[in-house]
């Protein structure tokens, strides 16, 4: 039988807030534990939680980008569990009204382009991290992440494979960081997912029970996990058997999920309207300010790319895979007008390779687009070789200068005088009789190894071609 | 005036910028008092260091013209309060010897206009109760009948007050426990306006209901001291912003042309003769001063307690979810694990009656529960509230009883949660509706033990409630009766 996977993803995104969503205490990631929790996140008798501004703000940057309706009115609840690392008992987060609601995004695999429709984003706080290690059988607990704003992103389930999942995954990863509502940090936690995975016969309709695999922090993983699970559940009802549902914990060291907790055991989390925060009212004149401060999309960008320097879809695509790749472009182009496909093929090809391997973002490049634009100057006119202009480019990545300056230290200029390339192949000519000879018996190797002489004569710097077009005319004399 | 224990806040602050009375002398008659009276059981923490110690920086800000009305006038604040000086416990034995490193905002604002600490006051355990008889620390004693009750849950300030042990204390308010505690002990109690004073550093019990007040010996003394405990605070969301304002504005108010509603259903079966007799006697005094009588009915009023005991326990099975002996406050001694230390150390560190609250609260709460009860009991809740809405377009003050009987015995309703719950069928609708009231002296009834009259006002209406209060207490004398030996 054919199956088919049905994915819906539950993403959280730690909002970009300075301060906490309900306190003042600081957001910054790795301070040594428990010096960035205030009286509020220590959940101190006495205490009262203030909703941050910021992080309301950022919701609707996010709703906003993703077309979504922005609720004039949500609520926070609270949601009761015990955990010693949650110091209330429970965790405010939003249920029945969330902040944003609906919106799609639009995701391109092999199989084209999707729009995965959005069920809604809401706000919510952390909770404090138990270290079970180190305490010799006792536990930790690290309060700094407690409070730490979230943004929970709710997917459909539209998603139909993990290449889909991850493609949704990877796309609103660079949304969110495109319009400045998260760092994006998927090692610090600062974005991580929870799949909804089930499987049905394909043709069918109806939903299969489906399994939710919990805090999956890389693409990889993700994929992983919903390819075990589904496999695991294929498996499973082949064999005669029925999903249950359950939470399960993807192991990337064995590569298979195991079950958490099943739906018989699931909590219940007792929610309702927290008494202590008014409900969230957002006027429209603060959802049109948001709206006047959002960036170009990416989507619209790519377009742009297209229509403006007429950029191929893959090319474009690829210049706004991140902000900072499409600000370093257009900064690019800024100073290469009608160099778009050069900048372009530059950027996704020697720059590109260059980052990856020091493992760094375009934002950390040791060459700013002006540099580069210098460097890609000397391409189009000429002065450069493009295995010359690598070399350069090698040359200002290690912090030898501006293009200008590296060609005239090391003598680099493409020999494109065509007096002096004649003088140079009338002296190859003379020296390698027994090419020319080969080469008007009919020997066509002939030719490229007299190429060969005239680039070593001149260390290669000479015009490439020019050099064909010289030897050829003179040849055929 | 016979002594200073019996003086006015008005006469002692008088005295003080006078200079004829220094605030450590004040402070030391009154540490003095609380000793001598010490077996009434009113306070928990007593730090005579630290109250010489702020009486002397009054003294100093007075010497320096730098001093309020307030300044070097002393106060007790509910154990409900967080304090940075003293301990905070709320009455449970979760939070012994709790220190917190921050003041209540009401504390604070106290603090900064002058007032001097006297110490903490005994409470039920995190103010659920209505007899005092919850506290982890014991009983506090009724000033006029030691079998009797002092009422709940502020009762160590309403005892504290009557026993003129402590000119003024804070008290709080969650369903009547600052006005059926000062109709018990003979004392005024003001609850204002929900979302008035900060709940900031009040341990709270239920947050929606939860409200700082004031136990006084008279209006006037509460008019007083209202403004300074009051006003927006950035860190409480449910605070209300708006400009502070001078309680003591309408206490010159003649009564003449004042319409005091009479609901019918605070004079229904179960409101002893007793206090009828008296709260009649007061309704005919303010016609003597001048005001119409106005018959009204609320008539949801009756289903406050079924939503109250939703409503507060749902909420309070929550806040008190904190106390897990995970961060501070109690923890068991031996458990097995993580899950056991939780339960182990709430199981000892809490007391009966917050454990039936907090059993209800879950079970409201519950999935497939929530609708029948909490949901239908907000429902309910806004009902009440329309219905003093409507109210208050026919009148200006609401007036009745504000409990049931007088005073009752020790162990009288300690085993029938039910009977006790009933005790707050009065004040729980002004509760739910968030509108200020208060408990004044009115007379005594059985057993020579005092009655109280409640008024109430609608929302950020304190001013006129209070001048009304004060123009009946300027023509009665219940107020400045003493029990005997204080």
Not at chain 2, 82 to 94: K, L, N
Not at chain 2, 374 to 394: G, M, N, P, T, W
Not at chain 2, 420 to 427: F, I, P
Request: proline share 5%; with cysteine; hydrophobic share 40%.
């Amino acid at each position: 039988m054919q199956w088919e996977l049905v994915i819906g993803l539950e993403t959280h995104a730690q909002l970009s807030t300075v301060s906490k969503i309900f306190s003042g205490a600081a957001t910054a990631f790795g301070a040594s534990p428990n010096t960035q929790a205030s009286v509020v996140d220590l959940a101190l008798p006495g205490v009262l939680p203030v909703l941050n501004r910021g992080a309301v703000e950022r919701a609707i940057r996010f709703g906003l980008a993703v077309g979504a309706t922005i609720n004039r009115r949500s609520i926070f609840a609270r949601k009761n569990y015990f955990y010693p690392d949650l110091p209330k008992g429970y965790q405010i987060s939003q249920y029945e009204i969330p902040v944003v609601q609906g919106g799609g995004l639009s995701i391109r695999t092999d199989a084209g382009e999707k729009l995965v429709r959005l069920t809604r984003a809401h706000l919510e706080e952390d909770a404090g991290k138990s270290l079970h290690e180190d305490f010799a059988g006792m536990s930790g607990i690290d309060l700094n992440r407690a409070g730490t704003p979230l943004l929970e992103i709710v997917s459909e389930p539209d998603l139909r494979s993990a290449a889909e999942a991850v493609a949704y995954a990877r796309t609103l990863h660079a949304l969110v960081r495109w319009i400045g509502i998260c760092d994006g940090n998927m090692q610090e936690g600062s974005f991580r997912c929870d799949a909804n995975v089930s499987v049905r016969p394909l043709g069918s309709t109806t939903l299969g029970t489906r399994c939710e695999i919990k805090n999956l922090n890389s693409f990889r993983f993700l994929e992983q996990a919903i390819c075990f699970e589904a496999a695991r559940q294929i498996e499973l009802i082949e064999d005669g058997g029925a999903v249950i549902q359950e939470t399960r914990l993807y192991d990337p060291e064995r590569d298979q999920t195991r079950a958490m907790r099943s739906k018989e055991d699931a909590q219940d989390y007792r929610y309702f309207p927290d008494p202590d925060l008014l409900p969230l009212e957002i006027a429209d004149d603060w959802i049109e300010t948001v709206r006047a401060a959002l960036p170009e999309l990416p989507e619209a960008m790519r377009e742009r790319f297209k229509t403006e320097h007429g950029l191929p879809d893959q090319d474009a695509a690829a210049l706004t895979a991140s902000r900072e790749l499409a600000d370093y472009f257009t900064a690019l182009v800024a100073e290469l007008p009608g160099e778009a496909k050069l900048a372009a093929n530059w950027l996704m090809g020697e720059v590109s390779a260059r980052l990856n391997r020091a493992d760094i973002g375009i934002e950390a490049a040791p060459v700013p687009a002006p540099a580069l634009a210098g460097l890609l100057r000397r391409v189009k006119d000429g002065t450069l070789s493009g295995k010359m202009a690598k070399e350069v480019f090698e040359a200002m990545w290690a912090g030898e200068g501006e293009a200008d300056h590296i060609i005239a230290a090391r003598g680099l200029q493409q020999i494109s005088d065509s007096g002096e390339l004649e003088r140079i192949i009338d002296a190859v000519l003379a020296a390698n009789g027994k090419s020319v000879e080969e080469f008007r018996a009919g020997k066509d190797k002939a030719f490229n190894a007299l190429v060969g002489q005239a680039m070593k004569a001149t260390r290669g710097k000479a015009n490439p071609a020019q050099v064909n077009e010289i030897l050829k005319r003179k040849l055929a004399d | 005036m016979s002594a200073l224990h019996h003086a006015s806040l008005g006469q002692l602050s008088r005295l003080l910028a006078r200079r004829e009375v220094s605030a450590e002398a004040l402070a030391r008659l009154y540490l003095d008092r609380m000793a001598a009276h010490g077996d009434l059981n009113a306070f928990l923490d007593v730090r005579p260091e630290v109250t010489l110690a702020q009486a002397r920086a009054a003294d100093a800000r007075i010497a320096a013209g730098e001093a309020g009305p307030l300044t070097g006038l002393p106060i007790a604040h509910k154990d409900i309060f967080v304090t940075r000086d003293f301990a905070s416990t709320a009455g449970s034995r979760m939070l012994a010897g709790y220190m917190s490193p921050f003041d209540a905002t009401v504390v604070e604002r106290l603090a900064a206009a002058g007032m001097v600490t006297l110490g903490k006051l005994n409470c039920d355990e995190f103010a659920m109760g209505s007899s005092n008889e919850n506290s982890a620390y014991g009983n506090v004693l009724n000033p006029w009948d030691r079998q009797a009750v002092p009422g709940g849950s502020s009762g160590g300030s309403s005892a504290a007050v009557a026993a003129r042990i402590a000119p003024v204390a804070t008290a709080t308010d969650t369903g009547g426990s600052i006005r059926e505690p000062a109709a018990f002990t003979g004392v005024t109690g003001v609850k204002p306006t929900y979302g008035r004073p900060s709940r900031w550093g009040m341990i709270a019990f239920a947050s929606s209901l939860d409200t700082a007040g004031l136990i006084t010996l008279s209006a006037e003394d509460a008019a007083l001291v209202l403004g300074a405990m009051t006003g927006f605070d950035p860190r409480d969301s449910t605070s209300v912003q708006r400009p502070p304002e001078d309680y003591t504005r309408e206490l010159h108010t003649p009564v003449k042309g004042l319409r005091v509603g009479v609901p019918k259903e605070f004079f229904g079966t179960g409101l002893q003769p007793d206090v009828e007799a008296a709260v009649r006697a007061a309704l005919a005094q303010f016609v003597a001063l001048g005001a119409t009588l106005v018959e009204l009915s609320l008539p949801n009023a009756e289903l406050g307690i079924p939503v109250y005991y939703v409503v507060a326990p749902a909420e309070c099975s929550s806040n008190l979810s904190r106390f897990d002996g995970v961060r501070y406050g109690h923890r068991a001694a031996r458990y097995a694990d993580l899950a056991d230390m939780v339960k182990k150390s709430r199981t000892e560190g809490l007391g009966a009656e917050p454990k039936r609250r907090i059993l209800v609260g879950t079970y409201v709460l519950s999935h497939g529960y929530y609708d029948a009860y909490y949901l239908k009991a907000q429902r309910v809740r806004r009902l009440i509230a329309e219905d003093f809405a409507r109210a208050f377009e026919h009148c200006d003050l609401i007036a009745g009883p504000v409990t049931t009987s007088v005073a009752f015995d020790f162990g009288d309703k300690a085993a029938d949660p039910t009977a006790m719950y009933l005790s707050d069928l009065y004040t729980i609708p002004g509760s739910l509706a968030g509108i200020p009231s208060m408990s004044i002296p009115c007379g005594f009834g059985a057993k020579g033990r005092p009655v109280g009259l409640q008024l109430m006002a609608n929302h950020f209406h304190e001013a006129r409630m209070l001048g009304a209060a004060h123009q009946y207490q300027l023509a009665t004398d219940w107020h400045t009766r003493v029990p005997a030996g204080f």
